[in-house]
């Protein structure tokens, strides 16, 4: 079967529902199956939101549904130039000379599935700031660094970093199909063939390190973003994982559910399927992602039986705000994805416009904790430059301590009692070093 949506029945969807027309059916965007005119592959019951079809109509008007939900398609027409964001996006004067004068690491590059969830007029919307550049790029503050976490310093061979003693870092590619502005890998992604380059040669050495080291029993596959490898080449990395009897655990972090979610195809779920057990951090941002889209990407890689977790970097001005991460987290846990971390945005080169000061992480936690379901409460964490590791942080609930009694707040800001004969939790230490 080969259904496809006529050019006026998505007008008719554009269009608020007081405005269709009488005689219009109600638009069902799925199930249907599309078949893509080059490849023929069949794409079966991915849905296509109104936003991203009537910005489809209005800017990829030659584009078929069935290129449109082509992950390769997405991939080609990627918007990377100034013209093409001009042909889209009202600039302003400092988005324009940014990326006019942009040049060194981390492309421009965002999906045109992406940008449909863009203001096309705001340049002060969430989504569009973490995703076109703007002056406050190229300002470099204290403690920032190209490197911050130290990744280059623990890298066992290229592209393998070997931080903890039990698990590794691969990376398996510099390539994204969006590049977030904020990205603590910028110095890497999106420069084949350049500092940091990434080949099969590399792969291997990196698999011999892993399979030489019996002490690794997780490897997190990260770049870049894996899952714009090919099918053939990612089945081909998990593979050879499995095949290391001492790897128990593999993870995958991803943005491609979120930015490309038409790469979730079914061909791709039967590779993971194969590699169990396998678990995912997606990168997730703000509400305004989770469409329909993301709904059906997250549930075919539940369904596949990938455990999904999520990261968010908390960005000043995109969703610094309780009252947007916490229907972030119940729209996360709606698909099925655990909120895992919290992120207090890396000092990454250029990255001050988007820090938050960390009490506004401390906050934010403290609005969820107690006040809605314990799984939507992610981790909140700093990632500790120069190679520290992820160090958590949570609000003090330890008011101190009464003899015995271990004096505790609730998330209601009430005092309470917790009898803990002989503890120190919670006792002062005086100058003499006794405790009180
Ligand atoms: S998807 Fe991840 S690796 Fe790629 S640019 Fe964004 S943060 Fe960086």
């Known amino acids: 079967m080969h259904l496809k949506y006529s050019r006026q029945a998505a007008r008719e969807a554009a269009k608020p529902p007081s405005r269709r027309s009488k005689h219009s059916v109600d638009f069902q965007p799925f199930p249907h199956i599309v078949t893509n005119s080059v490849s023929g592959e069949q794409t079966t019951g991915f849905p296509f939101s109104e936003r991203s079809r009537a910005f489809r109509d209005r800017f990829f008007a030659q584009a078929a549904d069935a290129d449109w939900l082509d992950w390769r398609w997405q991939l080609r027409n990627r918007i990377k130039s100034l013209a093409e964001l001009d042909r889209i996006f009202e600039l302003s004067a400092d988005e324009r000379q940014a990326v006019a004068q942009r040049s060194g690491a981390l492309p421009m590059g965002v999906t045109p599935y992406y940008a449909s969830l863009m203001s096309l007029d705001d340049p002060s919307q969430g989504l569009r700031r973490t995703h076109i550049p703007v002056g406050d790029e190229f300002v470099k503050t204290p403690g920032e660094a190209d490197d911050p976490l130290g990744e280059d310093h623990d890298a066992a061979v290229p592209g393998l970093v070997h931080r903890y003693p039990d698990r590794v870092l691969f990376l398996a590619t510099g390539f994204c199909s969006t590049y977030c502005r904020y990205c603590t890998r910028s110095r890497m992604v999106g420069e084949p063939g350049g500092e940091y380059e990434f080949s099969r040669s590399q792969w291997e050495r990196a698999l011999e390190y892993i399979a030489a080291h019996a002490e690794i029993r997780d490897v997190l596959i990260s770049g870049g973003d894996p899952l714009t490898l090919s099918d053939e080449r990612l089945d081909y990395l998990l593979g050879r994982l499995r095949a290391i009897s ?47 889209e993301v709904t059906e990407s997250t549930a075919r890689l539940a369904d596949a039986g990938v455990p999904l977790g999520s990261q968010t970097v908390l960005l000043k001005g995109v969703n610094d705000d309780i009252a947007i991460i916490k229907p972030l987290m119940h729209g996360l846990l ?34 969820l904790r107690g006040h809605t379901t314990g799984y939507a409460s992610p981790t909140f964490v700093i990632d500790a430059p120069g190679g520290g590791g992820k160090i958590p942080l949570s609000p003090d609930y330890i008011v101190g301590r009464d003899g015995d009694d271990l004096i505790l707040r609730n998330y209601e800001g009430g005092e309470y009692r917790y009898s803990d004969a002989g503890g120190t939790v919670g006792a002062f230490q005086t100058v003499d070093g006794k405790l009180s």
């Open 246 to 292: 001492h790897v128990e655990f593999i993870r995958i972090g991803t943005k491609v559910p979120v930015v490309l979610p038409m790469r979730i195809t079914p061909s791709l779920t039967a590779i993971l399927k194969k590699h169990h057990p396998l678990w995912m951090s997606i990168h997730f941002t703000h509400p305004d992602e989770l469409t329909p």
């Open 334 to 367: 709606k698909r099925r994805v655990k909120p895992y971390y919290l992120y207090q945005c890396d000092p990454i080169t250029g990255s001050s416009h988007f820090r938050t000061p960390v009490a506004s992480g401390l906050e934010i936690i403290e609005g």
